[in-house]
């Protein structure tokens, strides 16, 4: 059974930094993309940007890039997401999932993780 | 960057209702397009991929259809479950993008 199971609730100041995680299990991690979707609480879904956990190839929206770094471990089927430096603007679900096939339509997905960012 | 706009941003159906949810895109993504679920405190799901195929175990009662710019999902007969959020996805282009949403609300 495929499985994506993400890293638990956050409550960060404003400027820390933030490393959340998804794990994989019942596939082959390696030859699928991750992706990374933010919803913030009652707003619609934002694709954020995926990573080949086989080559390391990311991807990213131009609305997060250098905000954000994603990346995986292929050797533990996990993968990142990373802030350096938060903001309150970061505060929001995130949500990882798996690209279908050898495509990134995104077929399976993690339980979400609620990074909260106040002061 | 590719801007999908879906309409209606609110569709009022009762049960056993055909619903019909529009997405446009501002320019061509062939057919390389999706249709998600979300029910509040869920995950979205996928149900549709590359425009008309239904993912594994959806209800034959959802159907996409279209092409390069315009794409319909219809779902047939409106079951209580089926009320929802539903956005539209397009991976033509990076980067990829999401719609705004659809809410399929009881009337």
């Known amino acids: 059974e495929v499985q994506l199971v993400q890293s638990g609730a956050e409550v960060k100041k404003p400027g820390e930094s933030l490393k959340i995680s998804c794990k994989g299990s019942?596939?082959?991690?390696?030859?699928?993309?991750i992706g990374w979707v933010r919803q913030v609480p009652g707003k619609g879904l934002e694709w954020m940007g995926l990573?080949?956990?086989?080559?390391?190839?990311?991807r990213y929206s131009p609305s997060f890039q250098g905000q954000v770094t994603i990346s995986a471990d292929k050797s533990i089927n996990t993968a990142y997401l990373y802030w350096s430096s938060l903001k309150a603007s970061d505060t929001a679900m995130y949500y990882c999932?798996?690209?279908?096939?050898?495509?990134?339509?995104?077929?399976?997905w993690g339980q979400g993780a609620l990074v909260t960012v106040s002061s | 960057e590719i801007v999908l706009t879906q309409f209606p941003a609110t569709l009022s159906l009762s049960p056993g209702e055909r619903a019909t949810l529009s997405c446009r895109a501002t320019?061509?993504?062939?057919?390389?397009f999706a249709w998600y679920q979300q029910k509040p405190g869920q995950a979205p799901r996928l149900l549709i991929y590359?425009?008309?195929n239904r993912a594994t175990g959806i209800p034959a009662r959802f159907s996409g259809s279209g092409s390069g710019t315009d794409f319909t999902l219809t779902i047939s007969s409106l079951e209580p479950e089926d009320f929802a959020v539903y956005y539209c996805?397009?991976?033509?282009?990076?980067?990829?993008?999401f719609g705004q949403g659809t809410k399929v609300e009881i009337k």
């Open positions: 999932a798996r690209g279908m096939g050898l495509f990134d339509y995104f077929d399976y």
């Open positions: 590359d425009a008309s």
């Open positions: 019942g596939y082959n991690f390696a030859n699928s993309w």
């Open positions: 320019q061509s993504v062939r057919t390389s």
């Open positions: 990573v080949y956990p086989g080559d390391s190839d990311t």
């Open positions: 996805q397009q991976r033509s282009n990076w980067p990829r993008t």
